[in-house]
C-alpha cells in the first residue's frame, strides 16, 4: 500500500515559520558628562642678573626668553592670574609677559606682587602649547647689591562659564 503526504499552504507557512530564526534586540542607556577643565602649565629655568649700567642711568633691566606656557579650557571667558608669595626687595620689580593664545588677550610686561594680576584673559574653548612666556627684572640704584634670590611665580586659570 502506497502513502501520499500533502501538505496544505498553511501547513507549508508553519513549517518555514518554525525554521526561521527571529531577531534579537537590547537597549542601554549611556550617561556621560564632560566637566570644567582649567589647567596651566609653564616651563623653562628663567635666571636674571643685572650687572650692568650705564653711567648716569638705573641699572640696566634683564629679561629671560625662551620659558613657555600651555593652557586646556573649555570654558568661555577664563583668565591667567600671576602672583609670587613674598614682596619683592625695595628697588627691584619682576615682571612677566604671557603671550595670549588664539582670541584671549596679554596684558603685557606686567609687575608681579603679592597680589594676583591678570596677565591673560577672555581664554576660551581651546587647547594651546609652547606660547612664549617672558620675565624681566629692573632695579634702582638704591635698590644696592641684592645677593641671589628667588620667588616662586604662581599662575592661576580662573573664571569661565
Known sequence: ???????????????????????????????????????????????????????????????????TWSVTCNQTGAMITASIPSAMPAGLTLSANLTAPAGATSTGLTALGVTAVNVVTGITKLNSAGLALGYQLDATAAAGVVSSSTRVVTYTITGGV
Request: glycine share 6%; proline share 3%; charged share 0%.
Open 1 to 67: 500500500m502506497k502513502t501520499t503526504t500533502f501538505l496544505t499552504f498553511g501547513a507549508l507557512v508553519a513549517f518555514a515559520a518554525v525554521n526561521t530564526a527571529s531577531a534579537q534586540t537590547a537597549t542601554q542607556t549611556v550617561t556621560f558628562q564632560v566637566t570644567a577643565i582649567n589647567q596651566v602649565a609653564v616651563t623653562g629655568a628663567p635666571s636674571l642678573v643685572i650687572n650692568a649700567a650705564v653711567a648716569g642711568s638705573a641699572p640696566t633691566s634683564v629679561t629671560s626668553v625662551g620659558n
